[in-house]
């Protein structure tokens, strides 16, 4: 499967984004989703994960409250809505597909090329 991502941008603290990954390929929907971002100098991190069927959700203990995954089966597409940004959240966003939604970015078979987030202060 093939994502592309989008939605990222410049959000004042406080503000909110919604991202996008759009798939490609039949097979969407058997396949759980990820999200994950990395800012510079640091390791890719876990944000969130979704179910392929999308009735579990799991979240890092840094977003839950303010980050919701969803996602549309029949559009091919996994969001991140993300309220109340830090500047701590500012990193490269990605989207992942894999067989089950985990925190191990080794879990994912197939990532997308990321989106920006940029929060000020």
């Known amino acids: 499967v093939q994502l592309q991502a989008s939605g990222g941008g410049l959000v004042q603290a406080g503000g909110s984004l919604r991202l996008s990954c759009a798939a490609s390929?039949?097979?969407?929907?058997?396949?759980?989703m990820g999200w994950f971002r990395q800012a510079p100098g640091k390791e890719r991190e876990f944000v969130a994960a979704?179910?392929?069927?999308?009735?579990?959700?799991y979240y890092a203990d840094s977003v839950k409250g303010r980050f919701t995954i969803s996602r549309d089966n029949a559009k091919n597409t996994v969001f991140l809505q993300m309220i109340s940004l830090k500047p701590e959240d500012t990193a490269v966003y990605y989207c992942?597909?894999?067989?089950?939604?985990?925190?191990?970015?080794?879990?994912?078979?197939?990532w997308g090329q990321g989106t920006q987030v940029t929060v000020s202060s």
């Open positions: 992942a597909a894999g067989s089950r939604p985990r925190s191990s970015p080794s879990e994912y078979i197939s």
């Open positions: 390929g039949r097979t969407f929907n058997s396949y759980a």
């Open positions: 979704i179910s392929y069927s999308g009735g579990v959700t």
